[in-house]
C-alpha cells in the first residue's frame, strides 16, 4: 500500500488536501521536458536530477502516486517526474505563495 492509499487527505486533482507540497528527492531521479519542435513533432529531453534536489508536487494521481517538478513557480500540472511520496522527504516551508 502507497502512502496515498493510507492518508485519505491526500484527493487526486485537488491540491487544496495535499497536506504538504514541497519534497526533497531521496535518490537520483530521471526527469523528463516535453517540447513541441514544430506542429508534428515533440521533442523529449531527459536529464538526471539528483538525490537531495527539491521539488514541488503538483500532480497527485489516484495511482498512488504524484507529479514533481523542480520549477518551484508551479502550481499544477507540467510535472517532469512521478514518484511515489515514499521517495520524497517532507520539505517544511512557510512560503504563502506555496
Same mark, same amino acid.
Given at each position: 500500500? /502507497?502512502l =496515498?492509499? !493510507? #492518508?485519505? =487527505?491526500? &484527493?487526486?486533482?485537488k491540491?487544496e488536501t495535499?497536506?504538504w507540497?514541497l519534497?526533497r @528527492?531521496? #535518490? *537520483? !531521479? /530521471?526527469?523528463?521536458?516535453h517540447?513541441? #519542435?514544430?506542429?508534428?513533432t515533440?521533442? /523529449?529531453e531527459e536529464r538526471? %536530477?539528483p #538525490?537531495? /534536489? @527539491? %521539488?514541488? =508536487? &503538483?500532480m497527485v494521481?489516484r495511482l498512488g502516486? %504524484?507529479g &514533481? !517538478? *523542480?520549477d518551484? !513557480?508551479?502550481?499544477y500540472?507540467?510535472?517532469?517526474?512521478r514518484v511515489?511520496l515514499? *521517495?520524497l522527504?517532507?520539505?517544511v516551508?512557510h512560503?504563502s505563495?506555496?
Open positions: 500500500m /502507497t =496515498i492509499e !493510507t #492518508a485519505p =487527505i491526500w &484527493v487526486p486533482h491540491p495535499w497536506s507540497r519534497g @528527492l531521496k #535518490a *537520483d !531521479t /530521471t526527469f523528463y521536458n517540447r513541441q #519542435a514544430n506542429d508534428a515533440w521533442l /523529449t538526471m %536530477v #538525490a537531495g /534536489t @527539491l %521539488v514541488k =508536487i &503538483v494521481s502516486d %504524484v &514533481v !517538478t *523542480d518551484l !513557480t508551479k502550481d500540472g507540467g510535472y517532469n517526474a511515489l515514499e *521517495d522527504i517532507e520539505e516551508s512560503d505563495a506555496l
